[in-house]
């Protein structure tokens, strides 16, 4: 590299560090908050002017993409003002007046996303009423308003759908688009007569128009912020239950209403189940979950409309694993707690969006223990909070509750640490105050904020008042700080008895040469005993700690139960006496071993020996969890061997060890919905694929071409993981009839199925059709991203994929909108391991235009920083001890 190269990336490598130093400094800075006041709530709007009612009428043109509206907006005014702003972006205001006398002057500042009205005559304080004209528009990606293009057996359909969190109620219609701003909507819309229309609230009218048209009415919301807003348009069909004097509903595309029972099942079994627990019913007199085949790839909980992308919602047993229904229902389960957690009590800006996220994903969790407990869904989720923990240990990590300044950084709160590490610290927290005490409190907190908005203070105010002990200080340490606590544990003897010494520190995963993290201080509830016994006293760990531990050589377990939300580091002692008594541990306990030892050896605070020791003590009859993550460890180091000399090595080892899981559960079995053993059948055919098993490989191709012959030949619990492997390894012919496989089928996780097994492809030439693919309109918009990275992950080419997305980028990011450029870019730069790539993150323009993608940029870079420092220290030193461990 000559001299102005490197003086370049250096230059670009202290602008990261830079930006890491500021993010530090802003999540250090932060202060304990305060419970819930709307004045002292952050945010960007002036609170001098607040939205009471919004009566909008619109008129979507499915051709053009146009959207016609006219809204009146009943407003308090708090101060005489001759200004008025509020946010919007991408409209045309054609008249906007207030009283019905006064005509506004109207200035928009897009980097703002705000339009501003300006009077000759200054509002009085006290209620006005503003009116609207405008014309906004229709989306081609699943922002706002959008579009979704989809097939049918009768051509191509079309329908309109929105997805406005956090902030895109204002691609709409102009509005204070801040979740402290509630406020009521009642909406009417003009379609076409053989359309139905879905919203909040059920259609209080609808009337014909003389053009073929008709004016769809509805009731209007409760009080409700402008993120939860919904609207879909299509030929939809809709099936309904009652639950409690509630209507509830799936709504799907044309002739897939049958594929709704099970969801439709689940969402009433549910509402009960919501209603009891939260204490307060749910309060509209209809919820719909609708089926959307196109858009963006998850689920929205807009209140009294969830919106879900297709194949997370329908189940066609002709299709679909029956394991498939543990997804639906815990997703069903999580936006449905929302209607509580989100919905009627609702954060007050983007920093406590955990308040939200957190608390739907361990209700949801919850709620899959309650139903179907041999799903043993916290055993078999362990790995939300082994990702979350993973990231916290960053430099780049952030505190539950972060400081958020606009709408581009909000988009980055959507991330494991607050939907994750807040589930995690919500059961740890829930056990250590007990189940009932927790339900109290909830219940406390949900009647006091009931169509408003709150704070974690709040939270913490109503668990401490019925919990019965103080939690503040506890939870506080976990969620006003970023990272990981550490707790060290050794055993002595004293004679006969034995002592337990437990000190914390901060556990950290950090690149060669970064400075140590700032030390942190946790209370942190710890909960050890012997792996054969009562368990200890409950402890209240705040620094250090030593308590008598049982007889002299009894195996001590810290975190009991996998429950807290803390690494543990075991002295000599304890450890080797853990590891032989670890076929006797319940399983939460083993698995929790394993995890803490791999994260050990990521920290550079055990040696990767160690850990490749403990795996090769597993039982090959262990359960599910504890091969997923053995599973996932080894394929983390075969990632990062991708173009190195110990490659060969760290494939072979894995495949010699998962050969035996595989061969004692088989390579048949159908499977059904409590079936762990079909998930990890489906786990290993996809690894051994991945890692080159000449023999799965081949058992997948044979497989396959029986399926093209006679489709029940092939379990559907099989088919994702057979089809993955055929697709790595597809020449042009097998690619080609993959890609037809997905334009014939009008089901969305079908062709999910097969446009991904494509798109793993690790034939260049095959690569390069995938990604040209991308920039047509056969894609669904909704995959193009994904299908951009399975050419760089499953395929194993990142670097094509980056030089077509660099070529292509603004083609991209058009059909994409703008979370590519914040979001996918750094997401995608994180499969390379090398300086190199590093820099050119940095100097990618387009992702630094925003806070948002800057916060983004910061965490990728520190990402690949960590994946060269563990390609450097682990590879080396594990194929050595491969080597010197060969059979």
Known sequence: MNKLATDVRT??????????????????????????????????????????????????????????GNEIIDIEVGAPTAQLTLNAINTTFEVVSVDGTQTADVATDAAAQTATFSFAEPLAAGRHRLAIAFTAQINRFGTGLFVVDYPTKAGTKRLISSKLEPADARRIFPCWDEPAFKASFELAVIIPKN??????MPVAEEQPLADNSKIVAFAPTPKMSSYLFVLTIGELERVTADAGGVTVGVVTTAGKSGQGQFA???????????????????????????????GFGGAMENWGGITFFESRLLFDPATNAETAKRGIFGIIAHEMAHMWFGDLVTMAWWDNLWLNEGFASWMATKA????????????????????????????????????????????TAFDAITYNKGQALIRMLENYLGEQPFRDGIRKYMAAHAYSNSTTADLWQALEQSGGKPITGIAASFTEQDGVPLVVAETACDGDAQRLTLRQDRFAIAAANDPPLPAHSWQIPVAAGPVHGRALDEILL???????????GDAIKVNLGDVGYYRVEYGPKNRAALLNAFPQMQVDDRLNVVTDSWALVQAGRAEPPSYLALLDALDAGDRRAVWDQAISSLLTLNRLSRDRAERPVIQAYPRAKLRPVFDRIGSDGHGAGDDDTALLRASLISALGDLGDAAVVAEAKRRFAAFLDDSNALPTTLRDAVTHVVGITADRTTYDRLLTLARNSTVTNERLRYYFAAAGARD????????????????????????????????????????????????????????????????????????????????????????????????????????????????????????????
């Open 542 to 552: 705040k620094g250090s700690a030593d308590i008598a531990a049982g007889a002299c």
């Open 764 to 887: 260049a030439e095959l690569a390069h059709a995938t990604l040209a693919l991308t920039l047509t309109n056969e894609l669904p918009d909704t995959i193009v991203a994904g299908m951009i990275g399975a050419v760089a992950s499953a395929g194993e080419q990142p670097q094509l994929a980056w030089d077509f997305v660099q070529a292509n980028f603004d083609a991209l990011l058009a059909k994409q909108g703008p979370n590519f450029r914040d979001q996918f870019v750094p997401n995608f730069m994180t499969n390379f391991t090398d300086q190199a790539h590093a820099v050119e993150l940095a100097a990618f323009a387009p992702s630094q235009s925003t806070s948002g993608g800057r916060v983004m940029v910061a965490r990728a870079l520190q990402a690949i920083a960590i994946s060269a420092d563990l390609s450097q220290r682990v590879l080396p030193a594990a194929d050595a001890w491969i080597r010197a461990h060969k059979p």
């Open 11 to 68: 230059a670009l490598l202290r602008r990261l560090a830079t930006a890491i130093g500021l993010l530090l400094v802003t999540f250090a800075g932060a202060q304990a908050e305060q419970t819930f006041s709307f004045d002292s709530t952050p945010g960007k709007l002036p609170k001098t002017v607040v939205p009471l009612r919004y009566s909008i009428r619109l008129s979507p043109d499915f051709t053009t993409l146009a959207l016609h």
């Open 368 to 411: 899959s223990e309650q139903f179907y407990p041999q799903w043993q869904s916290w055993l078999n989720g362990y790995g939300a909070k082994q990702f979350a923990m993973a990231l916290d240990a960053r430099r780049t990590s952030h505190p539950v509750q972060q400081p958020i300044a606009d709408h581009s950084e909000a988009v």
């Open 264 to 294: 439709l099942d689940s969402a009433v079994k549910l509402l009960g189940y919501y209603n009891d627990y939260f204490g307060v019913k749910y309060p509209l007199p209809k919820l719909d979950l609708i089926a959307v085949p196109g």
């Open 195 to 200: 359309l139905l229309a879905v919203g909040n």
